[in-house]
């Protein structure tokens, strides 16, 4: 019985040897460069000096130069990142892994599609709303 133990200990070192061993090798993100260009999207021209930050991570956030091309070192490839500037929209982008990423941005007072909307309502009278059934009465006939 207790050959039959230790034989079956033995069968399962190398199995949790390759489990740890994995877990090291491919259970750390490595980093991962980003790189890419700030456009304006009214405009179509790039950029310049518009912040850019990691937003789940300790990053020191960059700002891109003249020609709006920033790069970023972030520690993994399924990162956010946060982009802003005062009289555009702040922005959040998905890296999924990409090396180069395009932003374009909004100006402050453009509407896109992800913007909460107002919608107003009003009282409408049952003979004005199509496809609307009146209940009548036996009385009424």
């Given at each position: 019985?207790r ?40 405009t ?95 009385t009424?006939?």
């Open positions: 019985m050959f039959i133990i230790s034989k079956g200990i033995y069968c399962l070192l190398p199995v949790l040897l390759l489990a740890l061993y994995s877990h090291s090798a491919f259970g750390q993100d490595q980093e991962f460069v980003v790189r890419g260009t700030v456009y304006s999207a009214e179509g021209m790039p950029l310049a000096e518009i912040g850019i930050s990691a937003m789940n991570s300790p990053v020191d956030p960059v700002s891109t130069d003249t020609v709006g091309a920033f790069e970023i070192t972030l520690p993994g490839k399924n990162e956010q990142l946060f982009v802003s500037y005062p009289g555009y929209k702040g922005k959040t982008v998905f890296v999924h892994g990409r090396p180069e990423i395009d932003i374009w941005l909004l100006n402050e007072g453009d509407l896109s599609v992800g913007d909460a909307t107002e919608m107003l309502f009003r009282e409408v009278a049952l003979r004005d709303i199509a496809g609307a059934a009146e209940v009548s009465r036996r009424d006939l």
